[in-house]
C-alpha cells in the first residue's frame, strides 16, 4: 500500500472563512498551551508529558475555555499528535527543538475522520456547511486524511492523503547513479544533466523591493499588512515553481529507473555555512530527495544513499585508477591509464552506481570527511 496526496485550492464563503480561523486558532492555542507546559513541567521536576497526559488535561482545559468545544475536538486531538511528532522528531536529531506556532505564519489543521467529499464536489468538514473546492484531478485511492491551510497571502488548501495499491511500473532494471548540485540541479550517470533554474535569485531583486516597502509601512496599519501579503505572495511563487520543477523531474526519473543511488547530504550542515546557505536553500535537495522518496514508492523505485566521504570524483569509472591531483576547476579529464575522456560529475554518477552495487568497496577516511563535500560546493559557486 502506498500513500498519495493531493493538493486542492479551497474557497471558503465569509462565514466559512471566520470559522476556518477560530479552527486555526484554537489549534495553535492548544498546540503552544502544551508545549509551554510541557517545558515548564519538565524544568520544574524532569517529568516527561506526552500525548497520553495532554490528551487528558485537553478535556479539563476544554472546560476552562469553553470556545474550545465549538471546533472539532479529532482536530485538537490531532494538534497533540503532531506535537507529539515534531518532539520525538526533535529526539531523533532530525529536527529543531518545537517551536511555538506563529499568527503570521502559514495556519493549519488536520481532520482524520468524518470528512467528506459531497455530490456536488465541494469538501464537507464537521461542524461546517460544505466548502467549494476546486478538484483539478481525480483522487485515487481510500481517503485517510485531510489538512486544511492557509498560506500566510490568505490562500486556503486542502492537502488530501489517500492510501492505494497501485500496480508498480514492469521491472526494466534500469539504475542510475545520480548527483546533486548547484551548477546543474541533478547529473545521472545516464547521461542527464538537469539545469538548476535558481528561482529565488531570480526573484530577488523584487523581493528587495517589496521588502524595503514593507519595513517603511507603520506597523499595525492596513498598508503595513497589504505590504505583507505582497512579499508572501513572492515567496509563495517561488516555492511553487521549485515545487513545480521538482515534480517534474522525480516524476521522469523515478519512471524510468529502479534504482537510484544518490550521494546522502549533509544539508544541514552544508546550511550553516552563510556564504552558501542561500544558494542551498534556494536548490532544495531535501524536498527533493523527499518527493523521490515518495514517488519512488508509489512507482516502484529504490532510493539507495550513498556515504558522501566517498571519493566519486577522482576514481576513473572505467578502470578504478584513482587521480589524486584532480582539482575542482578540471571539469573534464582523460584517465592516464586506460584512456578514457571523462566528463567529471558524469563519471561521479558512474562511481556511485558502481559502489551502491557493491562492485567497490571503500572505507571511510578519519578525517571529517563533511568539510570536503562543502568545501567543493563552495568552490563550485565561486567558479
Ligand atoms: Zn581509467
Known amino acids: 500500500m502506498s500513500n498519495k496526496a493531493y493538493r486542492f485550492r479551497l474557497y471558503p464563503n465569509q462565514e466559512q472563512q471566520q470559522f476556518l480561523a477560530k479552527c486555526f486558532g484554537c489549534s495553535r492555542f492548544v498546540y503552544n498551551h502544551f508545549l509551554r507546559l510541557t517545558t515548564d513541567v519538565y524544568a520544574d521536576g524532569k517529568k ?8 487528558k488535561l485537553l478535556t479539563s482545559l476544554k472546560k476552562e475555555f469553553e470556545w474550545l468545544k465549538d471546533v472539532n475536538s479529532q482536530a485538537l486531538q490531532q494538534t ?113 544533466k538537469f539545469e538548476n533554474p535558481r528561482y529565488f535569485q531570480r526573484s530577488l531583486r523584487r523581493l528587495k523591493i517589496r521588502q524595503r516597502r514593507l519595513s517603511r ?44 543511488s544518490c550521494e546522502d547530504l549533509n544539508i544541514k550542515g552544508m546550511v550553516k555555512n552563510r556564504k552558501l ?51 575542482l576547476k578540471d571539469r573534464e579529464w582523460t584517465c592516464p591509464e586506460c584512456h578514457v575522456h571523462h566528463d567529471r560529475d558524469i563519471n561521479a554518477c558512474h562511481n556511485l552506481l558502481q559502489f551502491s552495487d557493491g562492485y ?7 578525517s571529517t570527511p563533511n568539510q570536503t563535500v562543502e568545501m567543493q560546493c563552495i568552490k563550485s559557486v565561486s567558479s
Not at 291 to 310: A, M, N, S, T
Open 277 to 327: 546557505s542561500r544558494q542551498i536553500s534556494d536548490v532544495a535537495w531535501g524536498q527533493f530527495l523527499t518527493l523521490l522518496e515518495y514517488k519512488g514508492d508509489i512507482y516502484g523505485c529504490e532510493i539507495k544513499p550513498v556515504k558522501r566521504c566517498f571519493p566519486s570524483s577522482k576514481r576513473c569509472s572505467n578502470c578504478g585508477y584513482i587521480k589524486e591531483d584532480l582539482t
Open 48 to 55: 516527561n508529558l506526552r500525548y497520553k497526559e495532554w490528551a
Open 360 to 366: 567497490i568497496g571503500w572505507e571511510a577516511p578519519k
Open 217 to 260: 509601512r507603520v506597523k499595525g496599519s492596513k498598508n503595513r499588512n497589504k505590504a505583507r501579503v505582497r512579499v508572501a505572495k513572492i515567496h509563495e511563487k517561488v516555492a511553487n515553481q521549485r515545487l513545480d520543477y521538482q515534480h517534474k523531474i522525480s516524476l521522469k526519473l523515478t519512471n524510468e529507473n529502479q534504482v537510484i
Open 80 to 192: 497533540l499528535k503532531d506535537l507529539e511528532t515534531a518532539y520525538s522528531r526533535f529526539f531523533k536529531g532530525l529536527a529543531k527543538f518545537p517551536q511555538f506556532k506563529k499568527r503570521s505564519n502559514k495556519q493549519s489543521f488536520r481532520i482524520p475522520q468524518h470528512f467528506s467529499l459531497t455530490e456536488d464536489r465541494k469538501l464537507k468538514l464537521p461542524k461546517m456547511s460544505p466548502i467549494k473546492m476546486v478538484i483539478h484531478r481525480e483522487i485515487e485511492g481510500e481517503i485517510k486524511s485531510v489538512t486544511i491551510s492557509k498560506t500566510p497571502s490568505g490562500k486556503y488548501y486542502a492537502s488530501i492523503v489517500t492510501e492505494l495499491d497501485i500496480p508498480k511500473a514492469p521491472l526494466n532494471g534500469e539504475k542510475i547513479g545520480m548527483d546533486l548540485g548547484i551548477k546543474e540541479f541533478a547529473i545521472t550517470s545516464k547521461p542527464e
